[in-house]
């Protein structure tokens, strides 16, 4: 899969995509990504990429020139052009799911209080990450890649795929132990160290369903 995004921030992206899974997916040429700074597209000596908001108000407006430039630039018939926005549709496992699928993906993350209205045209969907405040749509754009990475089929190894099945099918995960069996005063579950196969299932489907009842009713729903 190939992902690219538009950013005016292109150093928030090196870190969090440079470690772990997706470095793996990375260089095992499972994922192509490209970062690009949204100044590459302006003319003038600025490098300008907003403006003030028409009709007053708080805060500077990214024109659209540069990203409609970059997205005909990056983009073609076959690419999903993805835009971080506050105001976008919650982004779901099942959303992650769905962008795996795609060959090309180009996001647009935003900053300051967003996009000119008109760049709309170009995309063919607008996710937040959720119900909370940031300072611009990188974190966004790299919790998108993020979870879309871990299901480009090939980049989970076998062990890591397994483990995942049994959680993503909407209940949260039973609770896990290592060694050492009593630490500090608190001990392990006896049935954990019985080996009674059986019984560990069913003490882990039932511990995930308690924990999910408690903590996450809405998603028994
Ligand atoms: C997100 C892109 C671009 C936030 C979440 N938050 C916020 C916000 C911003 C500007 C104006 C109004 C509200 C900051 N911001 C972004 C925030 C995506 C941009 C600027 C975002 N998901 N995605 N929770």
């Not at 073609?76 to 699928?101: C, H, K, N, W, Y």
Request: net charge negative.
């Amino acid at each position: 899969m190939k992902i690219d995004v538009l950013t005016l921030f292109p150093e928030m992206f090196s870190g969090p995509l440079d470690v772990s899974i997706v470095a793996r997916a990375r260089k095992a040429g499972l994922l192509d990504l490209r970062i690009h700074n949204l100044r590459d597209w302006t003319h003038d000596r600025h490098k300008t990429v907003d403006d003030r908001p028409f009709g007053g108000g708080p805060g500077m407006v990214l024109k659209p020139e540069p990203i409609f430039e970059a997205v005909e630039a990056l983009a073609d018939e076959s690419t999903r052009v993805v835009m971080m926005t506050p105001t976008g549709r919650m982004f779901t496992q099942a959303i992650a799911r769905d962008l795996a699928q795609r060959q090309h993906l180009l996001l647009l993350s935003g900053s300051y209080e967003g996009f000119d209205e008109r760049i709309r045209v170009l995309v063919q969907d607008e996710l937040s990450i959720g119900d909370y405040v940031l300072t611009n749509g990188g974190l966004p754009a790299m919790v998108v890649i993020d979870a879309v990475t871990r299901l480009i089929p090939g980049v989970l190894g076998d062990d890591e795929s397994a483990a995942d099945e049994s959680f993503s099918c909407g209940a949260l995960e039973y609770p896990h132990y290592t060694r050492p069996a009593e630490f500090r005063g608190m001990k392990v579950p006896e049935v954990l160290l019985s080996g009674h196969h059986a019984e560990i299932e069913k003490w882990r489907r039932e511990q995930a369903a308690l924990r999910t009842k408690e903590r996450r009713p809405d998603l028994l729903k």
